[in-house]
C-alpha cells in the first residue's frame, strides 16, 4: 500500500526523544543502530476524525516487537500513546497517519547492540494518500512475488522491525511488474501476505486468511475485519492457502492500516471470481468504514 508515497510538509513537528522539533532539526545520528542495521522497530497508526484507531493494539505490537529484540523503550506504553497523541495535535492532523519509530540508538559500528545505550523514540504524523477511489471500486491486480517471506526462526514476520528489505525485495517485484502488491508465500509455498498487507479470500461464502503460523505479521485490520466478519455471520477460518486456493478464490482483499480494505481482482494475471469485487468484500468494506467514520479508539 502506498503508506511511503508521499512527502511530509515542510512544516510538520516531529517527536524525537521527547520534544517536539521542527522536521529539519529532527535528525538521528549516523551511528545509530537503526540506520546501520535496521535494528529497531515501528509502527503505522491511523487517526481518524481526531482519534487513533486501536492506538492499544498497536502500542502493545510496538512492545512486543520491541521485546523480541531485546530492545527496551526507554518509555510507557502510556507515554508513548501522550506522545502519539500530542503529535497528532502539535500538527493540526485529523485524519492522517503516524509513524511511531524506536531506534536502538547509538552505538559502535560493530553489530552487537551491547555497544548501545540510549534507544530513540521518533514520532512522525503526516497526512495520508490511500489507494484512488477507482482502485476500491474496481480491486487491485497483485502478483505472486519469487522472493519468499522470511522464515519465522529466521526474522520473525511478526515482529514489525525496522528492517523490510524481505517486503522491499518483493515490492520492487511488483514495481518491475507494474502493478501495486505483490503476495509472498514462506518457504514451504503457502500464502502469507501482501508486503505491506494481510490477505484474505473468500470461497463459497467462507472468509479465509493464513493462520499466524504461516509467518505473517499479525495484522491489527486483519484483527478488525475478524472481529467484524464473526459480527456478521460471516464464517471464517484462519486456513493455510496454497497459490491455488489463491486462483479458484470468488474474492480477494488485503487488509492494513493505510490501505484499510482494498479488493483484490487479479492475481499473476489471473481473473479472481468475477473479476470485480465481490459481495463479501463489499460487506467487509462497508462494516469497516462505519467503524472508522465513528468512534474509533
Ligand atoms: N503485513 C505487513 C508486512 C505489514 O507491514 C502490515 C502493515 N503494518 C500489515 C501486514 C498490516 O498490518 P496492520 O493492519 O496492523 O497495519
Known amino acids: 500500500m502506498s503508506d511511503d508515497s508521499h512527502l511530509p510538509s515542510s512544516a510538520l513537528k516531529v517527536f524525537v526523544d521527547g520534544a517536539l522539533v521542527p522536521m529539519a532539526e529532527a535528525k538521528v545520528s549516523v551511528f545509530d543502530h537503526g540506520l546501520l542495521y535496521g535494528d529497531g522497530v515501528f509502527e503505522g497508526i491511523r487517526a481518524y476524525n481526531g482519534q487513533m484507531f486501536e492506538l492499544d493494539a498497536h502500542v502493545k505490537r510496538l512492545f512486543d516487537s520491541a521485546q523480541a529484540l531485546r530492545l527496551t523503550i526507554p518509555m510507557s506504553p502510556d507515554q508513548i500513546k501522550d506522545a502519539i497523541r500530542s503529535t497528532l495535535a502539535e500538527n493540526g492532523i485529523v485524519d492522517g497517519y503516524i509513524r511511531a519509530l524506536v531506534t536502538r540508538g547509538v552505538g559502535t559500528l560493530g553489530v552487537s547492540p551491547a555497544s548501545t545505550a540510549n534507544p530513540s523514540v521518533i514520532i512522525i504524523a503526516d497526512q495520508i494518500e490511500p489507494y484512488s477511489p477507482e482502485m476500491y471500486r474496481t480491486g487491485i491486480t497483485c502478483i505472486i512475488a519469487s522472493v519468499v517471506r522470511n522464515h519465522p526462526n529466521a526474522l520473525s514476520p ?75 455471520s460471516i464464517p471464517l477460518e484462519e486456513t493455510n492457502l496454497t497459490r491455488f486456493d489463491l486462483y479458484i478464490a470468488d474474492e480477494c482483499l488485503l487488509t492494513g492500516t493505510a490501505a484499510e480494505v482494498i479488493p483484490v481482482t487479479r492475481i499473476d494475471g489471473r481473473r479472481i471470481g468475477s473479476g470485480k469485487p465481490g459481495p463479501i468484500t463489499g460487506k467487509l468494506m462497508d462494516a469497516f468504514h462505519a467503524i472508522t467514520r465513528g468512534r474509533t479508539e
Open 158 to 232: 511478526r515482529i514489525k522491525s525496522l528492517n523490510y528489505l524481505n517486503n522491499i525485495l518483493a515490492k520492487i517485484e511488483c514495481i518491475d511488474a507494474g502493478v501495486p502488491e505483490a503476495i509472498m508465500l514462506n518457504p514451504q509455498g503457502l500464502v502469507t501476505e501482501a508486503t505491506v498487507d494481510n490477505l484474505f479470500i473468500v470461497r463459497d461464502g467462507r472468509l479465509q486468511t493464513p493462520p499466524v503460523s504461516a509467518g505473517i505479521l499479525e495484522g491489527i485490520t486483519r484483527d478488525v475485519i475478524m472481529r467484524l466478519a464473526r459480527e456478521q
